[in-house]
C-alpha cells in the first residue's frame, strides 16, 4: 500500500537541482483527497502538472551539453525544462480516479534527459492509504 498523492505534493528529480511541486489537473470530476484535489498517473503534463526542478545537471540535455562544451568540459547546469511524454508508473492497481489509476507516492516519472522524478511529499494533509 502507498499513500494517495495529491496537489501540491513535493517531487525531486535525479538531474534537478531544487524540488518542485505537483498541480493535478481533473480530467473530469475533481476527486478530493485530505482536501487536496487526487493526482492521477495522467499529471505528467511538463510545466502544467511538473514544474521545473531548478537547473538541470544531465549531459544528455541539450542545452547543458553545449554549456558545458563551450566551458571546456566543465558541467553547466542550464535552467531545467521537464520534459516528460509518459503517465507516471506504475500508479495505483486498484484505485481509479475518473478511470485513470490514482498516484501514489511510490510512482515515478521519467524526464526525457534521463532523469527520474519521484515523490518526496505526497502532499496529503490526513493520510489516505491507497493499495
Not at 6 to 16: D, E, I, P, R, V
Not at 93 to 110: D, K, M, R, Y
Amino acid at each position: 500500500m502507498s499513500i494517495q498523492v495529491t496537489a501540491g505534493a513535493t517531487l525531486t528529480c535525479s538531474f534537478g537541482l531544487a524540488p518542485s511541486a505537483l498541480t493535478a489537473i481533473p480530467q473530469g470530476s475533481p476527486v478530493q483527497a485530505g482536501g487536496a484535489l487526487a493526482a492521477t498517473i495522467q499529471d505528467n503534463k511538463p510545466m502544467a502538472c511538473i514544474a521545473p526542478f531548478g537547473m538541470c545537471t544531465t549531459p544528455s540535455n541539450p542545452q547543458v551539453a553545449a554549456a558545458t562544451a563551450a566551458a571546456m568540459g566543465t558541467l553547466t547546469p542550464q535552467p531545467c525544462i521537464p520534459v516528460t511524454t509518459a503517465p507516471w508508473m506504475p500508479g495505483s492497481p486498484t484505485v481509479l480516479i475518473n478511470g485513470q489509476p490514482a498516484l501514489n507516492a511510490t510512482s515515478t516519472c521519467l524526464c526525457q534527459w534521463g532523469g527520474v522524478i519521484s515523490v518526496t511529499a505526497p502532499g496529503m494533509a490526513t493520510t489516505v492509504t491507497v493499495p
